[in-house]
């Protein structure tokens, strides 16, 4: 699998716009969870406590830090946009 580096950043994204409120799943959630334990033995409890209360918009800008930081996501959507 090619940029498995990016795997703990593109979930840790898809799980913070998840918990927002207006958007929660619980399948997905349990889903997020169990791959964060297995895949990378870590545990969601501070995750959760850092969306709680957010709106999607809020926690945006946030979840684009993170995808910046340990991904390619931008250059991606400067692609996918052309």
Not at 32 to 56: E, H, M, P, Q, V
Not at 70 to 77: A, H
């Amino acid at each position: 699998m090619k940029n498995t580096k990016e795997v703990k950043a593109i979930l840790t994204a898809i799980f913070a716009i998840n918990r927002t409120g207006e958007h929660e799943d619980k399948d997905i959630s349990l889903i997020l969870d169990y791959a964060f334990r297995r895949l990378f033995g870590a545990n969601t409890n501070l995750l959760i406590l850092s969306c709680i209360g957010k709106t999607k918009e809020q926690i945006m800008s946030e979840v684009m830090q993170v995808l910046k930081a340990d991904t390619q996501y931008e250059k991606y959507l400067e692609e996918y946009r052309k």
